[in-house]
């Protein structure tokens, strides 16, 4: 069973950056895809950043040029940096990974909370 584990979130207030981390029970040099997630309550659940394997990134619009996701595949980790964070950046975020056999796993998640 594939276990993933974020860690980094936090408060913090517009304009702010956090660091969020997403550790991998299994090696990730070898997957389909990695990504981040948000969700809001009340909200479906909206795809922040991917990694899709052969390079290709892909930001939510509303992050282009706040948010930059990497991988680090010595220590099965995926990251993402969040710089000037905006409330409306405020969610639970999700961690998610794809295998070559397309299946999904989920982290638990981490909240993130923008808020002067």
């Known amino acids: 069973q594939v276990q993933l584990v974020e860690s980094g979130g936090g408060s913090v207030q517009p304009g702010g950056s956090l660091r969020l981390s997403c550790a991998a029970s299994?090696?990730?040099?070898?997957?389909?895809?990695m990504a981040w997630y948000r969700q809001v309550p009340g909200k479906q659940r909206e795809l922040v950043a991917n990694?899709?394997?052969?390079?290709?990134?892909n930001y939510l619009d509303s992050v282009k040029g706040r948010f930059t996701i990497s991988k680090d595949n010595a220590k099965n980790t995926l990251y993402l940096q969040m710089n000037n964070l905006t409330p409306e950046d405020t969610a639970v975020y999700y961690c998610?990974?794809?295998?070559?056999?397309?299946?999904?796993?989920w982290g638990q998640g981490t909240q993130v909370t923008v808020s002067s």
């Open positions: 998610n990974l794809e295998n070559l056999l397309r299946q999904n796993y």
């Open positions: 299994i090696s990730i040099a070898r997957i389909y895809a």
């Open positions: 990694i899709i394997t052969g390079g290709l990134i």
